[in-house]
């Protein structure tokens, strides 16, 4: 019954490779996010999806490329992966973006780039 | 555009002792302001917030209250305990845009 779910928790793989994080939300909210966490615990926002639809696309390499087939779920998809990727990677989603409901995040993606 | 600053760490505390761990933000209008917690190898947690001027949030023994004039939200905790470390980071919510975090604090307890 986990609100928000992240697959895998661990990725180990060599540079130029291509992968995929999947999320899934079971709350029924409208909007889910990408968040990057760096080294130093700082937390970046990649992407936002509000109902199938692209909302926020922050700076982001376009190797990086969100797919949401619907309001549950939104993956990512990670292109020729580089030493700098390395970084856990969070989903989340919210009910009323701005509305003061706060988000509900995923347990996490430790990507490791080698 | 849109910030927050909270304090630097790490913040080093005995058992029982009081925490304070400082946030202001900058924004236009009415952000809603938030603090999350992320224990080691987890998620962020949703620890409090606060939706309008002059509210509370309070959870688990903790508070912040949001100030307008001093555009701050300062987290705080009577008597802390080792199950309390973490890190943990304050947050504005706004229509238009995604949540913004400070840089986080780290909290060490010992006993």
């Known amino acids: 019954d986990t609100a928000v779910s992240q697959t895998p928790k661990y990725l180990v793989t060599q540079m130029g490779n291509d992968k995929s994080i999947k999320c899934e939300q079971n709350l029924g909210h409208d909007t889910m996010y990408w968040y990057k966490q760096d080294s130093k615990k700082f937390l970046k926002i990649m992407f936002s999806?509000?109902?199938?639809?692209?909302?926020i696309n922050e700076t982001v390499p376009n190797r990086f490329s969100p797919k949401s087939p619907d309001k549950a779920h939104l993956n990512l998809h990670i292109n020729s992966l580089e030493l700098g990727d390395s970084a856990v990677y969070f989903c989340a989603s919210s009910q009323d973006p701005g509305g003061g409901y706060g988000y509900t995040f995923g347990s996490g993606t430790r990507l490791t780039v080698v | 555009g849109n910030s927050v600053t909270q304090m630097e760490g790490p913040v080093t505390l005995s058992e029982e002792a009081f925490l304070t761990i400082n946030c202001t933000y900058t924004?236009?209008?009415?952000?809603?302001l938030f603090w999350y917690v992320q224990y080691p190898g987890e998620g962020l947690q949703l620890l409090l917030k606060a939706t309008k001027a002059d509210d509370k949030g309070s959870n688990k023994g903790f508070e912040a209250t949001y100030r307008k004039e001093t555009t701050s939200f300062h987290l705080e905790k009577g008597s802390v305990q080792v199950s309390d470390s973490a890190v943990y980071f304050c947050a504005l919510d706004q229509a238009g845009t995604a949540l913004i975090f400070g840089k986080g604090t780290t909290l060490s307890v010992s006993s």
């Open positions: 999806y509000n109902n199938k639809e692209l909302i």
């Open positions: 924004a236009t209008g009415y952000p809603s």
